[in-house]
Each structure stands twice: as C-alpha cells, then as structure tokens.
T-cell receptor, first 112, second 115 residues
Framework: QKEVEQNSGPLSVPEGAIASLNCTYS??????FFWYRQYSGKSPELIMF????GDKEDGRFTAQLNKASQYVSLLIRDSQPSDSATYLC????????????FGQGTELSVKP | EAGVAQSPRYKIIEKRQSVAFWCNPI?????LYWYQQILGQGPKLLIQ????????DSQLPKDRFSAERLKGVDSTLKIQPAKLEDSAVYLC?????????????FGPGTRLTVT
C-alpha cells in the first residue's frame, strides 16, 4: 500500500461546478495534512493545510479531514478555468522530522 | 521576501556525465529539502538538511547522488554518473524549521534531461 494515494485523474468539471479531490494515507500517527497546487511546468505551492478532524474553509477551498478513515479531501467550489492544475496531497510522517510524503497528484481540468 | 532560488533552470547531459544543481533557500530558513519529481508523479524527498546537518537521506541513491550544505545556507546536489532514469525535475524547498507542520516553500526547479 502506498503511503499517500490519490486518484490520478484527469478530473474534468465544468466551470462553476464543485471539484472534489480525494486522498488516503497509511500513517495513523500523521497529524497534519497539506494540499499543494502545481501548474504545468511550475513548482508546487501550498494552498491549504488542516490539522483537526472536520472541515476547514478558505475562500472557495474547503479541506475535509477524517482521521479515523485516514482520508483527506479538497473541495473547490465555483471552479474556474484558472483552477486547472495538478493537486498534490502531502502528509508529514509521524516522528520523522517533517518528512513530507506526496501523493501522485490529481490533474484537474475546468472546462469553460 | 525573496523566494527559493535554483540554478540552472534546465540542463541536458548525456548518460554517464556529471551535473550539479544549486539552491539558495529563503533567508532564515533552517531546513532545506531536495526533491526529485518524475513526470506524472509527486515529488519524492531525496535529502533533508537542518542547518548544515543531514536529517534524512534515506531515499538518496548514494552511489551516484551527493548533496552538501556547508555553511547552513546554500546547497548543491550532484549526480555522477547520470543515468537515463535520472531525467526529472529537481526541486529545492525550504522551511523555517523541521516541525511536521512547517510550510515548505519550493523553488522553480531544475529540469534535467539525460540522453
């Protein structure tokens, strides 16, 4: 089992729709979870992080965490063509000095 | 605030040649990371420094890869000799400290093509 798994996509949604990106992780000790966005040919940039079970909202983005199910998701409301990118889920391994394990990324395409 | 700087941005070499990448982290960031990102995959950590000491190099192919951060600031990553499978983007990142929740800031990366 991979340490961090994501659906590779591509995920295609129409403009204005909700995009739902999912991530599962294997390390039960992990305490924090990150979502990075990576445009084609660019480096990853952090868009959301979450520590506690439940939802965290930031503008059009909502991160959802369920530690019991080892599942974290990212919802993008009112999707825009500019949201088209690869979204990377990253999980620091417990007690390993902040070592981030990235999923393979989900490619999102928002169609006008 | 200046971001993470990397050079060169692109490099093409033949297999068995050597190559070196340079990274300058954000000022004041104690922790520096080198990642390898193969096309279609997420970044994979190669080595992590805390100041000038190595925290984790478990996934660094030490027979051909080496890295140093001599004065706790700039870092270089070297590959010698290169193989075809080393073709990837090499990303440098830095963070204020090594805590698990510390945000990592990425540089623009160096795209390496080995022919």
């Amino acid at each position: 089992q991979k340490e961090v798994e994501q659906n590779s996509g591509p995920l295609s949604v129409p403009e204005g729709a909700i995009a739902s990106l999912n991530c599962t992780y294997s390390d039960r000790g992990s305490q924090s979870f990150f979502w990075y966005r990576q445009y084609s040919g660019k480096s990853p940039e952090l868009i959301m992080f979450i520590y506690s079970n439940g939802d965290k909202e930031d503008g059009r983005f909502t991160a959802q965490l369920n530690k019991a199910s080892q599942y974290v998701s990212l919802l993008i409301r009112d999707s825009q063509p500019s949201d088209s990118a690869t979204y990377l889920c990253a999980v620091p391994l417990y007690n390993q000095g902040g070592k981030l394990i990235f999923g393979q990324g989900t490619e999102l395409s928002v169609k006008p | 605030e200046a971001g993470v700087a990397q050079s060169p941005r692109y490099k093409i070499i033949e297999k068995r040649q050597s190559v070196a990448f340079w990274c300058n982290p954000i000022s004041g960031h104690a922790t520096l990371y080198w990642y390898q990102q193969i096309l279609g995959q997420g970044p994979k950590l190669l080595i992590q420094f805390q100041n000038n000491g190595v925290v984790d190099d478990s996934q660094l192919p030490k027979d051909r890869f080496s890295a140093e951060r001599l004065k706790g600031v700039d870092s270089t990553l070297k590959i010698q000799p290169a193989k075809l499978e080393d073709s990837a983007v090499y990303l440098c990142a830095s963070s204020l400290d090594v805590a698990a929740g510390s945000e990592q800031y990425f540089g623009p990366g160096t795209r390496l093509t080995v022919t």
